[in-house]
Every structure is written in C-alpha cells, then in structure tokens.
C-alpha cells in the first residue's frame, strides 16, 4: 500500500502562490493515478485536479482551471500542486490521494482513491 505526506502549505495574501508537494512511499508510485482535493471549513470535500500514472492526462476542477497545474515526479516518488493567482475561497485542507488500481483510467471521483495523506492547509487572506 502506498502511504502519502502532503507538505508546502501556508499562509498567502489573495494573489500570491503555494506549491504542495506529496510525497509517496513504495516501488508502484509510477503505476497510480495521483489526485488532489480539498475540504473548506464547513464543506464537504471537493476535487481539485487529477494526473494520470503516464502524466499524459489531467483533469482541473472549474474553479481553478488556469490558477493551478498539476504534475508529477515519478523518479522522485511525488506529485505536486502548483497553485498561482491564489483567492480566499481557496482557503482549505489540501489532500493528496492515489488510486490503488494499476494502470488504470485517470478519473476525479473520491471512490477512484484509496491512500490518503494526512492534509496541508492553505489559508489565503484577502
């Protein structure tokens, strides 16, 4: 079972920029497709991007297509968020999550995903 860390959240002024980094142990890191959620006080977890094992693919949620990138370091064993033009209501615990299934079609629903990390809040200030 591949077992992930988030790290690289913070405190940032609306405007500025994070990168999360996750990192993950095990020799399969290369096999999964890697996603990114986020949960905001007082809401229900929500997608924010998605890579495919390849790299070939991603997928964005609306509200951050075009502020964020998503990528991956299979060499490294982590994935990451880059996260630019950043708003309050970006505001959240940012999780990183692997889908257990090899190869597989890269998708955003939260039941794709079986290892989760433990989070890393962003806080953006206006």
């Known amino acids: 079972q591949v077992q992930l860390v988030e790290s690289g959240g913070g405190l940032v002024q609306a405007g500025g920029s994070l990168r999360l980094s996750c990192a993950a142990s095990g020799r399969t890191f290369s096999y999964h497709n890697m996603g990114w959620f986020r949960q905001a006080p007082g809401k229900e977890r929500e997608f924010v991007a998605a890579?495919?094992?390849?790299?070939?693919?991603?997928y964005y949620a609306e509200s951050v297509k075009g502020r964020f990138t998503i990528s991956r370091d299979n060499a490294k064993n982590t994935v990451y968020l880059q996260m630019n033009s950043l708003k309050p209501e970006d505001t959240a615990v940012y999780y990183c999550?692997?889908?257990?299934?090899?190869?597989?079609?890269?998708?955003?629903?939260?039941?794709?995903?079986?290892?989760w990390g433990q989070g890393t809040q962003v806080t953006v200030s206006s």
């Open positions: 890579i495919s094992w390849s790299g070939d693919s991603t």
């Open positions: 999550a692997a889908d257990p299934t090899y190869f597989s079609v890269v998708g955003t629903a939260e039941s794709r995903y079986g290892a």
